[in-house]
């Protein structure tokens, strides 16, 4: 069964400290893999999508990184404020021949607070 | 409004009642997907339409679930005689078309709870 892991489950930072999330997943092969972002109460937000040759993709103060070969992903954030305190969720989609199924996998989310 | 629009944002009912949740696409997406989230877990799909082809309804949970989608744009998930283990977020997203590299954008989720 294809699965995504993230960890940690949680994270805590002070406001202007940077952090990195991590994905592993056994998706294979994969089309591409998605962070997404999901403020509490809101739907998610795509942050970064990279197919399977990239290896690393930014988005202003995101940036992330893959690695095909371990099945990893990471999203780093720098200089966190307190408006990136939210659920930061990894997707991977896989390769497939055809038909409609939609197959995408998401993790459980890292849910991350920035504390002033 | 630009982004996907959902309806009602909070419903609660009583077990064994039928809801019906509604999802606006953004005009122009031909993908339309919806997801299952449960406090804790991540989305579960349920069920995706593209264009005018047979929906894929290999992720709805039991035959008490159904969707529709009319003119190809606006959708509506139905639940029959309602159960407590189906309250949840219900999120729809679309995308321009089901291309591997779409993004897909979310609305902010109809929240169910049954008592």
């Known amino acids: 069964k294809n699965q995504v892991e993230q960890s940690p489950q949680s994270l805590i930072i002070l406001e202007g400290k940077n952090c990195t999330l991590q994905c592993n997943y056994t998706v294979s092969p994969f089309s591409n893999l998605r962070w997404y972002k999901q403020d509490t109460g809101r739907g998610p937000v795509s942050l970064t999508i990279m197919t399977f040759s990239e290896n690393t993709k930014s988005n202003g103060r995101y940036t992330a990184t893959l690695d095909a070969d371990t099945k990893q992903s990471s999203l780093h954030i720098t200089a966190s404020q307190l408006s990136d305190s939210a659920s930061y969720i990894c997707v991977v989609s896989p390769m497939y021949s055809g038909g409609g199924a939609d197959g995408l996998t998401f993790g459980k989310g890292t849910h991350l607070i920035i504390q002033p | ?115």
């Open chain 2, 1 to 115: 409004g630009a982004g996907v629009s959902q309806s009602p944002s909070n419903k609660v009912t009583e077990k064994g009642k039928d809801v019906e949740l509604r999802c606006d696409p953004i005009s122009g997406h031909t993908a339309l997907y919806w997801y299952r989230q449960s406090l804790g877990q991540g989305l579960e799909f349920l069920i995706y339409f593209q264009g005018n082809s047979a929906p894929d309804k290999s992720g709805l949970p039991s035959d008490r679930f159904s969707a529709e989608r009319t003119g190809g744009s606006v959708s509506t998930l139905t639940i029959q005689r309602t159960q407590q283990e189906d309250s949840a977020v219900y999120l729809c997203a679309s995308s321009p078309l089901r291309g591997d590299n779409q993004p897909q954008h979310f609305g902010d989720g109809t929240r169910l709870s049954i008592l």
